[in-house]
Nanobody, 115 residues
Framework: QGQLAESGGGLVQAGGSLRLSCAAS????????MGWYRQAPGKQRELVAS???????DYSGSVQGRFTISRDSAKNTVYLQMNSLKPEDTAVYYC?????????WGQGTQVTVSS
């Protein structure tokens, strides 16, 4: 098991873009599926994007067509390109495995989208 460190969040106006990075201290090469999650205030954490070892991707309906997940196994890093951001995308974003057992959750990175 490794540790995860998310970065790249910030404050952006609606319609803007951000690119999040998730650096893993351990190798992600053999992990079948990694994902990006988000948790808005007062809401449960939800999976918004996932990518398999073979680079197949899946997205929740709320981000489909706006977000793009990618992974660089050589760098043990997973990315989330977020375009056309909306105020409802405001949340703390985390990365982790898609299925149990999860690695320890990182601090996350705050994304705030102003209207």
């Amino acid at each position: 098991q490794g540790q995860l460190a998310e970065s790249g969040g910030g404050l952006v106006q609606a319609g803007g873009s951000l690119r999040l990075s998730c650096a893993a201290s351990g190798s992600i090469f053999s992990i079948n599926s990694m994902g990006w999650y988000r948790q808005a205030p007062g809401k449960q954490r939800e999976l918004v994007a996932s990518i398999t070892r073979g680079s197949s991707t899946d997205y929740s309906g709320s981000v489909q067509g706006r977000f793009t997940i990618s992974r660089d196994s050589a760098k043990n890093t997973v990315y989330l390109q977020m375009n056309s951001l909306k105020p409802e995308d405001t949340a703390v974003y985390y990365c982790n495995l898609v299925s149990r057992p999860y690695w320890s959750w990182g601090q996350g990175t705050q994304v705030t989208v102003s209207s």
